[in-house]
């Protein structure tokens, strides 16, 4: 996963490649001027750049412009993300699953009533994989969630 900010934290992207070979790229947005967040939204290229679908909101990912994370999950062929889940405040860290290339976010797991900024790693540890969520859980501590993951239609 890479993020970036070329306006003095304006705007973030940060992109993941997609088990199917495509690249995801998502994009946290406001505008300075009323501080008001647009929110996530997202495009994909599967010639590596070359062309991109259209830049599309991403209504299931409300944020109140905080910095998310993104990460492949190749076993799944899915994308894990991970932010706060509102669009008013610092609170409810979510762990989120995509198993279409970033379109839909059906599956959600709140990994922390309090938090801000977070990100997202994976590891495999004695045969299971976990999700990694580095959090921001006030402006003095961070934390690390960890969540057993599991393929879809798995007990």
Known sequence: MHCLSRDSTRTRACDALVPQGSIFVGVLASTLASKTNIGFASRLTDDDGLTWTSLAAVPELPDPGCKAGIVAWP???????????????????TLRASFDDGQTWPNALLVSEAGGYSDIG?????????????????????????VALKLPNQP
Do not use: D
């Open 122 to 146: 994976r590891l495999a540890y004695q045969g299971q994989e976990y999700a990694c969520v580095l959090l921001e859980a006030n402006t003095c501590q961070i934390k690390l969630a960890r």
């Open 75 to 93: 076993a799944a062929k899915a994308l894990l993300f991970s932010n706060v889940a509102t669009t008013t405040a610092r609170v409810n860290v």
